[in-house]
């Protein structure tokens, strides 16, 4: 498991990050608005793990738009238990229909 991150961050928590982005099933697929949360040593593996993931779940393609560190435990569902699935090392895809 990560331990410290491996750039200038100093975090005192976890290095939980957000993705925004689309994934696509299929070729002609209008895509689904995504948000995937995963705890990383950067956002380079974060990146690489979170389409790793989407990969796994089935998505061909994913446009991810934006990333970022939590920096405050998110309160409301379905982002609060996905912080807390990424805490323990889960990669956590909330999908919007």
């Known amino acids: 498991m ?3 991150p491996d750039n ?3 975090s005192e928590g976890p290095m939980v990050f957000i993705i925004i982005g689309k994934g696509y099933e299929s070729d002609n697929s209008e895509g689904v608005d ?3 949360m995963l705890r990383a040593a950067d956002e380079d593996s974060a990146v690489r793990e979170a389409l790793n993931a989407l990969s796994e779940e089935g998505f061909i393609e994913a446009d991810l ?3 970022g560190m939590l920096t405050e435990v ?3 569902e379905p982002h609060a238990s996905a912080y ?3 805490v323990d090392g889960e990669v956590a895809i909330i999908r919007f229909s």
């Open 34 to 36: 995504l948000h995937v």
């Open 65 to 67: 738009d934006q990333i």
């Open 84 to 86: 807390q699935g990424a």
């Open 2 to 4: 990560i331990t410290a």
């Open 8 to 10: 200038d961050n100093n």
């Open 74 to 76: 998110p309160t409301e």
